[in-house]
């Protein structure tokens, strides 16, 4: 962890290695509540796996989809735990991610007013990036 190149790569493996069970087990979940006569019939009107994919299992785990992708885009962007513990924002700066530099300002630093405003700003990013992938997973 105290390669500049290699820092954030490694926190963000650490990252998708956490979130890869939640979204496997619903993803598996969903899949399971799909009635396989959908697939049948996609193979009786000449589908292949590629087309069977696309139009029977994707449109039936948009939800499902939506809910691994909020949560996966919200843990990115807010991410603090997993920094904090495994590099501190370093080496250098080169973890530092608007979590840590939201935790240095306040309680490092002092400035409160600066880490609220910065953590106001987080909070309409994830809003903002949250918003689109939830309106695109309920329609149908």
């Keep these: 962890?105290?390669?500049?190149?290699?820092?954030?790569?490694?926190?963000?493996?650490?990252?998708?290695?956490?979130?890869?069970?939640?979204?496997?087990?619903?993803?598996?979940?969903?899949?399971?509540?799909?009635?396989?006569?959908?697939?049948e019939s996609a193979r009786i009107d000449g589908a292949n796996w590629w087309e069977e994919f696309m139009s029977v299992t994707v449109p039936l785990l948009r939800n499902e989809i939506g809910v691994c992708l909020t949560v996966t885009v919200t843990a990115a962007l807010a991410a603090f735990d997993i920094v904090y513990v495994t590099t501190a924002g370093g080496p250098g700066n080169a973890t530092t991610v608007p979590g840590v530099e939201i935790?240095?300002?306040?309680?490092?630093?002092?400035?409160?007013?600066?880490?609220?405003?910065?953590?106001?700003?987080?909070?309409l990013l994830v809003v903002l990036?949250?918003?689109?992938?939830?309106?695109?997973?309920?329609e149908a």
């Excluded at 300002?105 to 953590?119: P, V």
Aim: proline letters at 4%.
């Design 1 to 39: 962890m105290s390669d500049f190149d290699w820092a954030l790569p490694a926190v963000g493996m650490i990252g998708v290695w956490v979130l890869l069970g939640f979204c496997t087990v619903l993803l598996s979940t969903g899949i399971s509540k799909i009635d396989p006569s959908l697939y």
């Design 103 to 123: 935790y240095i300002l306040a309680f490092t630093q002092q400035q409160i007013g600066l880490a609220s405003a910065l953590a106001v700003l987080l909070m």
């Design 129 to 138: 990036v949250v918003i689109p992938i939830q309106r695109l997973s309920r």
